[in-house]
Nanobody, 120 residues
């Protein structure tokens, strides 16, 4: 089971980007899906989280600007980022709790990260 993130890049302040993260491999079910970010020299922090029940949680710094969504049919989670600021510059990682088969426990899986740079 793996997560493949995409959609990062260079954007000007005030601009928008949409990140995608697709799960692949043997998947029985997915519980939570979310996004974290890590800026240079800093710890990895939660950006947005969505449970299978669709309950969401956001970091205070991104509330009102970022929106997490997921397509359960495609095993994919998205992060729509609007009104981007230079402080949003970081490597963004997707994360999910995935059950490979009906007899296993959920496994915490991380994607490889995608770089978002907000600069003029």
């Amino acid at each position: 089971v793996q997560l493949q993130a995409s959609g990062g890049g260079l954007v000007q302040p005030g601009g928008s980007l949409r990140l995608s993260c697709a799960a692949s491999g043997t998947i029985f079910s997915i519980d939570y899906m979310g996004w974290y970010r890590q800026a240079p020299g800093k710890q990895r922090d939660l950006v947005a989280f969505m449970a299978h029940s669709s309950i969401t949680r956001y970091a205070e710094s991104v509330k009102g600007r970022f929106t997490i969504s997921r397509d359960n049919a495609k095993d994919t989670v998205y992060l729509q980022m609007n009104s981007l600021k230079p402080v949003d510059t970081a490597v963004y990682y997707c994360n999910a709790g995935i059950k490979p088969n009906e007899y296993s426990d959920y496994v915490d899986v991380w994607g490889q990260g995608t770089l978002v740079t907000v600069s003029s």
